[in-house]
C-alpha cells in the first residue's frame, strides 16, 4: 500500500512526459503549457489510490488515471475561457496568452488524447470504463452548464445548488476512484461505496472552500478572504444565507450583492454570522464527512487497506476533532 | 448493395432520434438544435458505404456512422465560434442562438457523445476504431490550426496549403470509409486504398470548391459568385495565384486583398485568368480524381460492388468527361 503522497510523486513523475505531437505548435504547445503550470494531480492519484483498495495496482490505471487528468485540464481550459478568467494558478490562462480560437481548440485535441490513453487498456474492461468515463464528462458539462445558469439568477434553491456541484465536482473524484476500483477487480456493490465515498468528500470539500473563502484565517488559508462575496459567487453560504434569513436581512444581503462598497465583505459576513451560516455550514461538511466515512467502512476489504484514504480524505477536509 | 441515396434516406431516419438528454436543456437543447438544421450526412454515409463494399452491412457501423457526424457537428460548432460566423446552412449559429460559453459546451458534450456510440460496438473491433477516429480527430483540429495560422500569413505555400486541406477536410472522409471498413472485416491492403480514394476524392472536391466560388455559374452554384476573394480568404486559386504570377500581378493582388472595392471581384478574377489559374484548378481537380479511381480500382473486391461508391464521386465532383 502506498500513501497519497507517494502515489502523487510517482504519478507526477509519468504524467511530466510529453503528451502530445510536436507539430503543429501552435496547437499543441498551448496544451502543453497549460499542463506545465502544475495542479495537484488529486484525481488520478485517488484513480490509483481506488484501485490500490483492491489489489496491487494494475498498470491499466495509469493510463485511465493521465485521461482523468487530461480531462480534467481540458475542462479548466475551457471553463477558463466560459468564465474569462485571466489567470490559473498564478499563470496566464490559455486563451489569455494564445487566444480564444487556439484555446478552444487546443482543449478539444487534449479530450481526444484522453480517449487515446483510455484506449490503452485492455479490451476486457474498457467499455465498462468508458461508459463510467462519459456519464461522468456529461456530468461534468452539466455541472458547468447549471452554474453558469445559476449566474443568471438572483435566488437558486439549496437543492439545485448541491445538484450543480455534485456534477461540477464531486462526480468527478467519485468517478476516479470507482474507475480504479473497477481495474482492480472490485465487485459492484464495492465499487457503488467506494464511489459514494468520493461524492460525499468532494462535497465536504467544496463546503469547506465556500467556508474558509468566507471565515477562513488569511494567513493560514492563503487568498484574501472574502474573494466570493467581492465577485457575487454563488456559495453554499450565500444560497443559506438567502434561505434563512429575515426579510430584511434577505433584502440588504440583495443590495449588498449588486453593488460593490468598500465595507461590503464585512457587511455581508456580518449578515452571514447572525443567520448562523457559519455553524449551519461545519454542521453540513460534517454530515457530508460522515456519509464518506460510512461508505468506506462498508467496503468489504481489510481495514488496513482503507488507511491511505482515510488519511486522504483527513488531508482534503481538515476536520478539527 | 444500395445507392448513397438509399443509404442517405435510412441514416437520416435513424439519426433524426434524439441523442442527447432531456435535462439540463439549457444545455442540450443547442446541441440538439444545431443537429436539427440539417447537412448532407455524407460522412456517415460513406461510412455504410463502405462497410457494405465488403459484406452486408455490419449493425455496428450504424453507431460508428453516428459517431462521425456528431464528431463533425461537434467541429462545427466549435469552428463557427473561431470564425465568429453569424450563420450556418442559412441558420443562427449555436453561439448566435445561445451565447458562445453555451456553444462551446454543447459541442464538448457532443464529442462525449460521439465515444458513447464508439463504446457502443462489439469488443473485438474498438481499439482499432477509437484509434483511427482519434488520429482523425486530432488531424482535423490541426487543420483548423493551421487554417487559422494561415489567415495571418501574407504567403503560404502550396505544400502547406494542401497539407492543411487534407487535414482539416480529406482526411475525415477518407476515415469514415475505412472505419466502415474496417468494420466490414476488409484487410489491410484493400483498408488503406479506400482510404486514399476518400482522401483524394476530398482534395478533389475542395479544389472543385474553390473553383466554383470563384468561376460558376452564379445560377447553378446556388450562391454569390466570388464570397470566398470578398472575405479575403486563402483558396487553391488564390495560393496559385500567388506563385505563379509576375512580380506586378502579385502586388495588383495583395493590393486587392487589402482592401474591399466594389470592383474587387472582378479584378481578381481578372488577374487569376491570366495567370491561368482556371484551368491549372481543373488541371488539379482532374489529378486528384485520377489517383481516387486508381485506389478504388486496386481494392480486391467484385467492381460491381464498387458502383455506388463510384456514383458517389462523379455527383460529388460533377466530372465534365
Not at 260 to 284: H, M, Y
Request: hydrophobic content about 40%; some cysteine.
Amino acid at each position: 500500500m502506498h500513501s497519497f503522497e507517494e502515489l502523487s510523486k510517482e504519478f507526477g513523475n509519468i504524467f511530466s512526459s510529453r503528451h502530445f505531437p510536436d507539430q503543429p505548435g501552435s496547437l499543441y504547445d498551448p496544451a502543453e503549457y497549460f499542463l506545465g503550470i502544475g495542479g495537484k494531480r488529486i484525481r488520478p492519484v485517488i484513480c490509483l489510490m481506488g484501485n490500490e483498495l483492491f489489489d496491487v495496482i494494475n498498470p491499466d490505471t495509469y493510463a485511465v488515471a493521465t485521461a482523468i487528468e487530461l480531462f480534467h485540464n481540458f475542462t479548466l481550459i475551457h471553463d477558463d475561457i466560459m468564465d474569462k478568467a485571466p489567470l490559473r494558478r498564478g499563470m496566464q490562462t490559455v486563451h489569455e496568452k494564445y487566444g480564444e480560437p487556439t484555446a478552444l481548440l487546443s482543449g478539444d485535441v487534449m479530450l481526444v488524447v484522453a480517449y487515446d490513453y483510455l484506449n490503452r487498456i485492455k479490451p476486457g474492461y474498457i467499455n465498462k470504463i468508458i461508459r463510467l468515463f462519459n456519464k461522468t464528462a456529461k456530468e461534468v458539462c452539466e455541472g458547468q452548464q447549471l452554474d453558469m445558469d445559476f449566474e443568471k439568477q438572483d435566488i437558486v434553491q439549496l437543492p439545485d445548488y448541491l445538484k450543480m456541484i455534485e456534477l461540477k465536482t464531486s462526480v468527478l473524484l467519485a468517478s476516479s476512484l470507482q474507475l480504479g476500483a473497477i481495474l482492480g477487480g472490485a465487485q459492484e456493490g464495492n465499487q457503488k461505496h467506494l464511489y459514494e465515498f468520493g461524492k460525499n468528500l468532494g462535497m465536504a470539500f467544496q463546503v469547506q472552500d465556500d467556508y474558509l473563502d468566507a471565515f477562513g484565517d488569511p494567513e493560514k488559508f492563503g487568498k484574501q478572504v472574502g474573494g466570493d462575496i467581492v465577485a457575487n459567487k454563488k456559495t453554499f453560504l450565500q444560497i443559506h444565507a438567502m434561505e434563512a434569513g429575515s426579510h430584511t436581512q434577505v433584502n440588504e444581503l440583495k443590495k449588498l450583492f449588486s453593488e460593490n462598497t468598500p465595507d461590503k465583505v464585512n457587511k455581508v459576513l456580518e449578515i452571514f454570522r447572525q443567520c448562523g451560516v457559519d455553524s449551519w455550514a461545519a454542521d453540513l461538511k460534517e454530515k457530508y464527512l460522515t456519509q464518506a466515512f460510512k461508505h468506506l467502512d462498508e467496503i468489504a476489504v481489510l481495514s488496513s487497506r482503507k488507511t491511505p484514504l482515510k488519511q486522504l480524505a483527513h488531508f482534503l477536509v481538515q476536520r478539527e476533532h
